[in-house]
């Protein structure tokens, strides 16, 4: 497929437990950020990776979030001891210029915690 | 820190009708400033781009948007609705230069009715 894949589309999980959650970027995009979508809160940024550079992660909300990004491409971000407040859904976008906005954005990941 | 504010949660407007979205802007220096659409079970898509020069930028899907330094304003227009435009409008402003962390506003749903 041509655009940013996200899977799973949709996770179920008990308040406590871990979560991972897989961003597949265009093939040769450089650049590739994680944003959370909540209701009524507009689009929060988390990550931004940026070729072989250090991550931004200035975004992300608690030590118990991580993210990584594999030879480049892809990318996982990990929830640890999920709390109900991380109920969102977890967009993933790539972009093929340094210094470029989000270009194209995954279907996201619908993240509920019960 | 750079924010945006939509200040219009939810617009509805007839078919064939103008549209205008606002967007106020919060940034201390030459912002980068985009609009983007989600629109029911899709990603996000890029409608356009501000970077520089002329103020008045077009899109696509017939949306233009217009860049006013004196009131901090990006609006997006289109002179004429469509049903399909139905949809969710995110504004967004970006740092200029080096790496762009974008910062989303909350958005705005557009209802289009007959």
């Known amino acids: 497929g041509a655009g940013v894949s996200q899977s799973p589309s949709n996770k179920v999980t008990e308040k406590g437990k871990d979560v991972e959650l897989r961003c597949d970027p265009i093939?040769?995009?450089?650049?590739l950020y994680w944003y959370r979508q909540s209701l009524g809160q507009g689009l929060e940024f988390l990550i931004y990776f940026q070729g072989n550079s250090a991550p931004d992660k200035s975004g992300l909300p608690s030590d118990r979030f991580s993210a990584e990004r594999t030879g480049g491409s892809v990318s996982t971000l990990t929830i640890q001891r999920t709390q109900q407040e991380d109920s969102a859904v977890y967009l993933c976008a790539s972009s093929a210029n340094r210094g470029g906005q989000p270009q194209h954005f995954g279907d996201g990941t619908r993240l509920s915690i019960l | 820190a750079q924010s945006v504010t939509q200040p219009d949660i939810h617009i509805t407007v007839s078919e064939g009708a103008s549209l205008e979205l606002r967007c106020n802007y919060s940034y201390g220096a030459t912002p980068y400033l985009f609009w983007y659409v989600q629109s029911p079970g899709q990603g996000l898509q890029l409608l356009l781009k501000y970077f520089s020069g002329d103020t008045l930028v077009q899109g696509i899907k017939g949306f233009e948007a217009e860049f006013k330094r004196s009131q901090s304003s990006f609006n997006l227009r289109k002179p004429s609705v469509h049903w399909s435009d139905a949809a969710e409008y995110f504004c967004a402003v970006g740092a200029a230069g080096g790496y762009q962390k974008v910062t989303f506003g909350i958005g705005t749903k557009l209802q289009v009715i007959p």
């Open positions: 093939s040769g995009h450089t650049a």
